[in-house]
C-alpha cells in the first residue's frame, strides 16, 4: 500500500466514523431505548504503567520499571429507567479486580485493588463508544513496609546513594498493607463484533493509605490498558420503551453542616495515633442536573500538632521528641488553638443522582499552623525572639511545610430527605493530611 492509498483510507475510515455513526452526546427531552439492549458485560484488560516517581528521596530509588498487571469488571448498563440515567447518556456502572507488579516486586510488592467505577459516555457511535471513566476502592499491599526493619536501619531517607538511603530497600511509599484508591481516564469501546468490544483506555492511578499508615508516599501510576468485552446477553425489544425525562424545575439552591472525624499517624517511627475532626457549612447552586458549585467555611482540628520544642536552661529552644521524632512543625505549647484551622473554600461537585463526587480548593483564614513550619526556621526566629509572623499568602516548599492552601476530595450521598454521609480526603498538595468520614444534615 502507498502512502497516498494509506492517506486515503484513513480519511475514509474517518468519515465513516463521524457521518456513519450515531453520535449521541446529547440527547431529547424524550428518550427512547435502543431496540437492542445489553443488560450486563464482562471485561478482562491487560494493564501496563508507569510510576511517576514524585518524590526523589523515597519514590525515585524504589521504581525500577514499568508496573505490568490485568484486572477483570463486571458492568452494568443503566437502562434509562431512572433520570440520572438519562443525565449521563446512560452510563455503565461496574466493579472490577485490579493486580499490579509494583515495578520493583522485592521492594514494593503487589497491589490487589477491589474498585467500583463509573463509565460515563462522552461520544456514541456504531463504530466505538467514547467513554470518561471515574473510580475509587481500596488497595491491599503484599509488601508493605517493614517499619521495624526501617527504624533499625541507620541508614538516612535523603539522595541517590544506596549505602546512605534505606528507601532502596524498604517500602516507603506504602506503610500499611491497607490503602484507599482513586482513578480516573478516558477509553473507547470499539464495537468489532455484537457482542465483543475492543477496549483501550488511559488512566490514573492513586494509592495512598490517607495517613492511617506511615510512611506514606504515596503512589500515582499513569496506566494504559487494552483487553476485551464480551456481552453475553442481547435483549431484543419489539418497540423501543419511550422514557420521558423528569421536566420538574430543579431545586437550585442547597445548604449542607457537615461533621467529620478520624485518625492519622504522624511519622513511621511513632506509636502514636492522633485524632482529628472538621465542621463544614456550605452554600450550592445547582448549575443542572450534573453539577453544582459551592462555597463555604471548614474549621479543622488535627491533634497531630503537639508539642515539638523545649527550653534549655540557658532559654533556647532545642527539639523535643516526647511526643514525636518527626521534625516539621516547631510547636512550643500544647493548646487547642494550635491545632484549630479555618478556612474558606470553593467546591465543584458531579452530581448523579444522590451520589456526589467533589473536588474543593481552600485558603486558610485563621492557620497557626504557618508561623510553626518548616522547624528549624521557626526554631530560628524563637531564638532570635521573634516569629515568622507571615502573611495569608506566601511562597513555600510543600515538603516542608503545609502551605497556606488545602484541597479535600469527597464522596457524599443523599441517605434521606435531610440525612447524608460523606468520606472525604484533606490534601496539601499531593500530601494527605487525613482521611475523615462523616454524616450531615442538607436542607
Known amino acids: 500500500m502507498t502512502k497516498r492509498e494509506w492517506i486515503n483510507r484513513t480519511i475514509l475510515l474517518a468519515i465513516i466514523f463521524i457521518v456513519g455513526g450515531e453520535i449521541s452526546p446529547l440527547r431529547s427531552a424524550t428518550d427512547s431505548l435502543s431496540t437492542d439492549f445489553v443488560p450486563y458485560s464482562i471485561k478482562a484488560e491487560f494493564v501496563g504503567g508507569y510510576i511517576y516517581p514524585h518524590d526523589r528521596d523515597l519514590v525515585s530509588p524504589a521504581v525500577k520499571g514499568p508496573s505490568l498487571g490485568g484486572q477483570v469488571a463486571f458492568e452494568w ?38 474498585y467500583t467505577y463509573i463509565n460515563i459516555p462522552m461520544v456514541r457511535s456504531r463504530v466505538a ?49 491497607l490503602t484507599f484508591n482513586l482513578q480516573a481516564g478516558v477509553n473507547v469501546d470499539f464495537h468489532v463484533h455484537t457482542q465483543v ?42 418497540t423501543p420503551v419511550e422514557v420521558k425525562r423528569d421536566t420538574t424545575k430543579l431545586k437550585r439552591w442547597y445548604g449542607e453542616i457537615i461533621a467529620s472525624g478520624g485518625a492519622k499517624a504522624l511519622y513511621y517511627k511513632d506509636t502514636k495515633y492522633w485524632g482529628c475532626a472538621s465542621l463544614n457549612f456550605e452554600a450550592f447552586y445547582r448549575t443542572c442536573r450534573q453539577h453544582r458549585i459551592g462555597m463555604g467555611v471548614d474549621m479543622f482540628y488535627d491533634g497531630a500538632y503537639a508539642v515539638t520544642a523545649k527550653q534549655n536552661a540557658d532559654g533556647t529552644w532545642i527539639k523535643d521528641n516526647s511526643n514525636t521524632s518527626f521534625g516539621r512543625t516547631f510547636t512550643t505549647e500544647d493548646k487547642f488553638l494550635n491545632k484549630f484551622r479555618v478556612g474558606l473554600n470553593i467546591t465543584n461537585e458531579i452530581t448523579i443522582g444522590k451520589f456526589m463526587i467533589g473536588f474543593g480548593f481552600g485558603v486558610y483564614l485563621y492557620d497557626p499552623v504557618k508561623n510553626m513550619e518548616p522547624f528549624a526556621d521557626a526554631q530560628k526566629a524563637a531564638n532570635n525572639g521573634t516569629s515568622l509572623k507571615r502573611g495569608m499568602f506566601y511562597t513555600y516548599d510543600i515538603d516542608k511545610q503545609d502551605g497556606w492552601n488545602y484541597f479535600r476530595l469527597s464522596a457524599k450521598y443523599y441517605i434521606t430527605k435531610h440525612l447524608l454521609a460523606q468520606i472525604a480526603f484533606k490534601t496539601h498538595l499531593q500530601k494527605v493530611e487525613f482521611v475523615e468520614f462523616g454524616i450531615g444534615t442538607w436542607f
Not at 452510563?91 to 490487589?112: E, F, H, R, W
Not at 471513566?133 to 491491599?140: D, R, V
Not at 492511578?205 to 468485552?229: E, M, R, T, W, Y
Open 77 to 114: 448498563h443503566t437502562d434509562g429507567s431512572r433520570q440520572w440515567h438519562l443525565d449521563f447518556n446512560r452510563p455503565t456502572v461496574g466493579v472490577a479486580l485490579q493486580v499490579i507488579d509494583l515495578s520493583n516486586p522485592k521492594v514494593l510488592g503487589q497491589m490487589i485493588i477491589p
Open 129 to 177: 463508544d467514547f467513554n470518561f471513566m471515574l473510580g475509587g476502592g481500596f488497595g491491599f499491599c503484599t509488601n508493605p513496609c517493614n517499619v521495624e526493619g526501617a527504624i533499625n536501619d541507620p541508614r538516612g531517607l535523603k539522595g541517590d546513594d544506596p549505602t546512605k538511603n534505606k528507601a532502596f530497600d524498604y517500602n516507603f511509599i506504602i506503610g500499611g498493607p
Open 197 to 238: 468490544d475492543i477496549t483501550l483506555g488511559v488512566d490514573y492511578n492513586h494509592c495512598s493509605s490517607g495517613s492511617l499508615f506511615q510512611p506514606n508516599a504515596g503512589l500515582n501510576i499513569f496506566d494504559g490498558k487494552v483487553g476485551l468485552k464480551y456481552h453475553p446477553v442481547i435483549r431484543k425489544y419489539n
